[in-house]
């Protein structure tokens, strides 16, 4: 044990721990992510580097849309971290259930740059869709856990923004279920789709505070 405590560490938040262990998942699957842009053989004959490249747009789109979706998964993460005040059984579990579903980001990632355009794209895509539903019903979990009657929130949390992200975390599950079954229609509208949904979260999440 230290011998003695700083001031900044008195000031340590109790859910300092659960952040840094989430953040390096974070950090990790987003990194995996490039793994799936392979540099293409070379070869004396045949098709030029250029189009050999170009060849590889869906793990390119993969890469964006996956990157892009991790980072905001991150962001909100760190946003529900500034209003949570302690930790609790709960709470734990379901943010290991959740770092679970990021873990998993890297490989439906791969598989539906590996099937994109040939037969089983819609599969893959079913299952990259669904990994993002599964991800939207733990962090329904997660936040709900926390912020149900302020039990886990910091005193001094803002109930506008508490009630904002409420608000905007109800339309994840359903409209990533709408994503999940429109791969089985149309495969790179539910791909579209899921870069949208991404962007809805990346936005600030407000709500008019009433009069």
Known sequence: MPLFITRADRKMPETARIEAFSDGVFAVA??????????????????????????????????VTSFATIL???VNH???????????????????VLLFGVT??????????????????????AVYNGTYVFIAILYNLLWRSASHDARLLRHDADPHRVAAITSSFRWGVP?????????FVNVTASLVLNLL???????????????
């Open 104 to 125: 998993v980001v890297p490989f439906s990632t791969a598989l539906v740059a590996q099937y994109l355009g040939y037969p089983g794209q819609r599969t893959a895509a």
């Open 175 to 183: 409209i990533y279920t709408v994503a999940f079954l429109l791969a």
């Open 197 to 211: 949904l991404a962007m809805f979260f990346a936005l600030p999440s407000r709500v008019s505070p009433r009069p």
């Open 30 to 63: 987003i990194t995996l992510l490039v793994l799936n842009i392979k540099i293409p053989s070379t070869a004396l004959d045949g098709p030029s580097l250029a189009v050999l490249l170009a060849r590889q747009w869906p793990a390119y789109l993969a890469f």
């Open 72 to 74: 905001i998964m991150w």
């Open 78 to 96: 760190h946003r529900i971290f500034t209003l949570i005040g302690r930790p609790s059984d709960a709470l734990l579990f379901f943010n290991g």
